[in-house]
């Protein structure tokens, strides 16, 4: 395998300056720079990425740990991530925790033995959870996506899901209902937790009092919303309407609807959250709160990069805004 010792001699300079071609650390010449890439190409060399990250202290690798989920909100923030560490000329390594703590702990491991330069962590499994392996890495910057509190340092990137509960909720008042239910996450996740405060603030602003018939809490999987449609039928008397704390409940409690013979919207009216990509091609398109993933992904990057290169203190906290979706999920009782 050729060295830059190889291309030096060939191409008749110094070994230095085939370093600086090739790594772009200082001007050369356009002559001098043409005589050493020709050398190289001649001599078929290939730069190694472990010597050069050895020596500049960087893989320009970001590692991304990510929940295990059918809810394609995940994949669509992943695909914000991969795109813009390509556009930035980073790597990706994207590790799944398959909803395993041993795994979860595993594979931050792995990724920081890999020598990533900054980790951006997906995963809602770590909310609240002591990881004595940020003990000994407290040094790489971490971006945390979408969580609560960790113990550990990092920026945050949150969505304002109070509000979006709060809008999901005020939407189907403005539409005349008055007798709604809401089938949430997981209560002991903080997402589901603030969107169900948003919702029950709504309610109390408008002085309609809440059912605790039709609360019904779940897992933010399809089977999640199916199965609380099924406790919702069996005990009886529907209300008029429905928030899904999230599309993919939506989702299972429509089809469980449909199976009843009870028609969205007409019979029962549904918004969701998230606003994933397949929402608006339901039957019927679903009326849902809007979260940026994409940009979600892109910004926890930018911030991440931004940590990496200027190895400032971590603890900033951004927070991006919700947006009301309206499609035919709704029926306006006015």
């Not at 945390?144 to 709060?166: A, L, Q, R």
Request: net charge negative; charged share 25%.
């Amino acid at each position: 395998m050729a060295s830059m010792k190889d291309i030096a001699k060939l191409a008749e300079v110094s070994t230095s300056t085939v370093s600086h071609v090739i790594n772009q650390t200082r001007y050369v010449s356009e002559e001098i720079t043409a005589r050493v890439q020709q050398a190289a190409k001649e001599l078929n060399y290939s730069p190694s990425a472990l010597a050069r990250s050895l020596k500049m202290n960087r893989t320009r690798t970001i590692g991304l740990l990510v929940t295990t989920s059918t809810n394609p909100f995940f994949g669509e923030v992943v695909k914000g991530v991969e795109r813009h560490c390509y556009e930035q000329d980073y790597n990706l390594i994207l590790c799944n925790t398959e909803g395993d703590e041993a795994r979860m702990k595993a594979s931050i491991n792995t990724l920081l033995e890999k020598r990533v330069d900054g980790l951006l962590l997906l995963c809602s499994t770590l909310e609240g959870k002591y990881l004595d392996v940020f003990d000994r890495y407290q040094d790489i910057p971490t971006v945390v996506m979408d969580w609560g509190e960790t113990h550990f340092p990092s920026d945050k990137i949150k969505d304002n899901s109070e509000f979006g509960g709060y809008m999901a909720a005020k939407h189907l008042i403005e539409n005349g209902h008055r007798e709604i239910g809401c089938i949430t996450g997981p209560l002991d996740r903080h997402q589901a937790q603030i969107r169900f405060a948003g919702f029950k603030r709504a309610l109390q602003e408008e002085g309609i009092s809440m059912e605790e018939k039709w609360i019904i809490p779940s897992n933010f999987e399809c089977d999640g919303g199916y199965d609380a449609f099924n406790t919702l039928y069996e005990r009886g008397e529907l209300p008029s309407a429905i928030f899904a704390c999230n599309d993919m409940m939506a989702m299972g409690l429509i089809n469980a609807a449909s199976e009843k013979g009870v028609k969205v919207p007409e019979d029962l009216s549904v918004i969701g959250y998230d606003d994933v990509y397949i929402a608006k091609f339901m039957v019927p398109p679903l009326t849902t709160i809007h979260q940026p993933k994409f940009r979600l992904g892109k910004k926890a990057v930018d911030i991440l990069l931004n940590r990496i290169e200027k190895r400032v203190e971590q603890g900033k906290q951004i927070q991006l805004e919700p947006a009301l979706m309206v499609r035919n999920s709704v029926k306006s009782l006015n």
